[in-house]
């Protein structure tokens, strides 16, 4: 866990900008990118008014947007493996964010729009009932329960994630901290919204069909954490 001195209060959410500085290749793809794939800030109203198709040049294309991407190594896979498809992806992390535009600086995919600030700024700025799935991959575990407010899964989050995602959109997250995994299982489960797709403890203990695996979670599964794989559906309205 981070310690609290490198976190940003950015509103009420607690995130962690800086690291590392950027060598003179993730700053040339962070410099050069970030103009052309990066949301304007002018459409970040907070106020549900955003067609996330404005986004984007394709508008017939289905649109998924991934929570706190890391390195992007999963957005990335994504956009490879489903081209007509468009994603939104949000990372305030300066070094994921970079690390993630250098990995597609040298090639084609650029079916992605990016911010590099609070998840939450997007989803509140973005029109109901207009995407079509979103991630959250092993979210910040915020473990003290003075901090549970921090997290990005709960109930006035679950509210504003609920509002954009489309009928029957899937809500994926995974995490490798039970606590935490109980935490997002129960409060999504709770939200009237959410109907949970798991039919027996298998499918919430085995990696899904399909599954694109980050670096965390490799590594975590190597050292022997066991990852936890919740998939739920959006209720049609
Ligand atoms: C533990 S990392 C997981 C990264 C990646 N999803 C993975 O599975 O490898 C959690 C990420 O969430 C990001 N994050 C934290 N708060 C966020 C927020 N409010 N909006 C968007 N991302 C956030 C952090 O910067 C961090 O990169």
Redesign the pocket.
């Known amino acids: 866990m981070k310690s609290d001195k490198n976190l940003t209060k950015?509103k009420n959410?607690?995130?962690?900008r800086h690291g590392r500085k950027l060598n003179s290749q993730r700053k040339e793809a962070l410099d050069n990118l970030m103009p052309v794939l990066g949301i304007k800030p002018e459409l970040i109203t907070n106020k549900g008014d955003l067609p996330p198709t404005v986004l984007f040049e394709n508008v017939s294309t289905k649109i998924y947007m991934e929570?706190?991407?890391?390195?992007g190594?999963?957005v990335k896979a994504l956009m490879e493996k489903y081209p007509e498809n468009n994603f939104i992806a949000?990372?305030?992390?300066v070094n994921?964010m970079s690390a993630f535009l250098k990995s597609i600086y040298e090639t084609n995919l650029r079916n992605v729009r990016v911010w590099m600030e609070?998840?939450?700024d997007v989803v509140k700025s973005l029109k109901s009932n207009s995407i079509d799935g979103m991630y959250i991959?092993?979210?910040?575990p915020w473990p003290k329960s003075k901090h549970h407010k921090r997290r990005?899964v709960r109930k006035e989050t679950l509210n504003e994630y609920s509002r954009i995602l489309k009928d029957d959109a899937e809500f994926i997250m995974?995490t490798d901290v039970d606590e935490l995994a109980e935490w997002m299982a129960i409060s999504t489960q709770n939200h009237p919204d959410f109907e949970w797709t798991a039919t027996s403890s298998y499918d919430w203990k085995n990696m899904p069909e399909d599954w694109i695996q980050?670096?965390?979670?490799k590594k975590g599964i190597e050292a022997g954490r066991k990852q936890t794989y919740l998939i739920f559906k959006r209720k049609k309205r």
């Open positions: 950015n959410v607690f995130v962690r929570i706190g991407f890391g390195n190594e999963h949000i990372e305030p992390f994921g609070d998840a939450l991959l092993n979210p910040d990005i995974s980050t670096r965390y979670e």
